[in-house]
Every structure is written in structure tokens, then in C-alpha cells.
């Protein structure tokens, strides 16, 4: 079983879909939301949250660090200032930190597509100083943009997955995390464990007329913009309840489910891990 540290946890999409395989177990979290704490906390009751990554100081065993590091500084829809010591994206800075300091085996990290592409003005550079500062901690890395959509979700949503490895695991010019394509991958993900249905299949059951509880969405009939919905008695009640001192609840959730990375890819990352470990073993015990 490996040992997972989870950082910038949120709700815990890295966890859910790593131990969903079955051979991983998380034993610390990481996140400084308080909403999203709650929900770490009623998930994993028996596993501590610790609050801020940047005071964080492990000292167990541990096999993974995952971390999808504050995207607000390298994203298109944020200011761009870039991963600096001043930016909220620059916390990846406590990521290398803990790399270096714990050595796992294996290091995943999530975030924006933009990541790989920008600054503007140096294309590419961003990404050169995730994998400089992951060089100098001597890890090799293997990259991929995995979008929603290809694991059947009706949304693009490109993220850029990274995992980082001891250079002394790759054992061929490809690296010990060789698998079988992507288009192979993803059918063997959602069928194993999510029952993601297919992306032709979602955009369909999006399209029903019928929402269970209510007789048909009269209420998209003429509308043209938020202003429209305004005091109309039609409208269905919202899919994420309840209230915290006067102040809707599920904006918190909302934001947490944003926010969250997709549990299907990390649980394809996963099994891509367990049986690259199965290869190494079968190695070496011939």
C-alpha cells in the first residue's frame, strides 16, 4: 500500500480516485479552505488536515506527494503574474520543498493546461522551471494535457498532469511509467470503478426534458440572461443545498466541486503507478 500525502487537497479528488485502486492509502491532507476541510474531515475522519503547506513539516513515511498547486497566477482567466515567491501559484515552491525533505517515490502535480504553454513572452518557461527545480531534486517527470471530456465528461476542461519519479527508476528511453495509449486507458478507468457513462450518453441525459421531481424545465423557456430568471416562481430548487449563518451553502460546494480535480484521472494515474511498481518487481526478481 502506498503511502499518500495530499497537498492544496480541496475536497480530496486526488485521494478518492488514487485509493479507489486499491493500492493507496492517504494519511495526510493538506488544505487551508475551511469548507473543504469539513469535507476531509467527514471522508477521511481517521486522516489528519493539516492547514497551511507552507508551516507543513511531515515526518513519516511517505510514498506520494499529489498536489494541484493554486492555478490563479499562471491560468488565462487570472493575472498571469507567474509562479514567483509573491504569487499565489509560486506555493509550488512548498511542493519541491517537501520533495526534497521526504523523497517519495513518486510525485503527481495538477494544474491549468496554461502551465505548459505560457508566459507570453516566454513560452514554455513555466513549465522549464517545474521540471528544473524537479531535476535538481533528481527526479525525472512525464507529462500529459488529459481533458474531462476524454474521460466522458460533457466539459473540455484541459488540465496538465504531472508525474515525477528518482531518476534511477527509468530503466528505457521511454520511463518506468510506459503504458498503453490514452485512448486505451480511459475506457479500462470509468469501467472498472466510476461508471462514467459516455460522452455521447451524458450530452443526451443533459438534454432530457425531464428533471426527476418536476414536470419539465418550463423555466429555460426565454431566457436570454440572469436578469430573465429573476422572481420567476418556476424555477427548480438548487441542485446543491443548505445555508451557514444566512449564507448559501452551496457556494462553498460550488466552488469545492470547481475547484476539484476530475477523480477518474488520478485513478488511471494510479493504476499506471501500481503497475509500473508490478514491472519493477517482476525485474527484479528475475
Not at 5 to 13: M, R
Not at 111 to 139: H, K, M
Not at 200 to 206: A, L
Request: proline letters at 6%; one cysteine or more.
Amino acid at each position: 500500500m502506498l503511502k499518500v500525502l495530499d497537498l492544496f487537497s480541496g475536497i480530496g479528488g486526488f485521494s478518492l480516485g488514487l485509493e479507489r485502486t486499491g493500492g493507496f492509502e492517504t494519511v495526510a491532507f493538506c488544505e487551508i479552505d475551511p469548507f473543504c476541510q469539513k469535507v476531509l474531515n467527514k471522508h477521511w475522519p481517521d486522516v489528519p488536515v493539516y492547514e497551511d503547506v507552507r508551516t507543513l513539516n511531515y515526518d513519516g513515511a511517505i510514498d506520494v506527494i499529489t498536489g494541484g498547486f493554486p492555478c490563479q497566477d499562471i491560468s488565462l482567466a487570472g493575472n498571469l503574474a507567474g509562479i514567483s515567491n509573491d504569487t499565489r501559484s509560486g506555493l509550488w515552491s512548498e511542493i519541491i520543498r517537501l520533495v526534497r525533505n521526504l523523497r517519495p517515490s513518486y510525485v503527481i502535480v495538477e494544474n491549468v493546461a496554461n502551465l505548459l504553454r505560457g508566459p507570453t513572452e516566454q513560452p514554455g518557461g513555466w513549465f522549464a522551471r517545474i521540471l528544473s527545480d524537479l531535476a535538481e531534486c533528481g527526479y525525472d517527470a512525464e507529462w500529459e494535457n488529459i481533458p474531462a471530456a476524454s474521460l466522458g465528461a460533457i466539459h473540455l476542461r484541459e488540465r496538465a498532469f504531472i508525474v515525477a519519479y528518482p531518476s534511477s527508476k527509468r530503466q528505457s528511453e521511454t520511463g518506468e511509467l510506459q503504458y498503453p495509449r490514452a485512448t486505451q486507458r480511459f475506457p479500462r478507468c470509468r469501467e472498472k470503478v466510476f461508471s462514467t457513462y459516455d460522452r455521447k450518453e451524458r450530452v443526451q441525459r443533459s438534454r432530457q426534458k425531464q428533471v426527476q421531481g418536476f414536470s419539465g424545465l418550463s423555466w429555460r423557456e426565454n431566457v436570454r440572461g440572469v436578469a430573465d430568471l429573476l422572481n420567476r416562481p418556476d424555477l427548480p430548487p438548487p441542485l446543491f443545498r443548505g445555508s451557514r449563518d444566512g449564507v448559501p451553502h452551496w457556494v462553498d460546494r460550488i466552488a469545492a466541486c470547481g475547484n476539484a480535480i476530475i477523480p477518474q484521472i488520478a485513478h488511471m494515474i494510479g493504476y499506471a503507478i501500481l503497475e509500473a511498481c508490478n514491472q519493477s518487481e517482476n525485474r527484479t526478481r528475475t
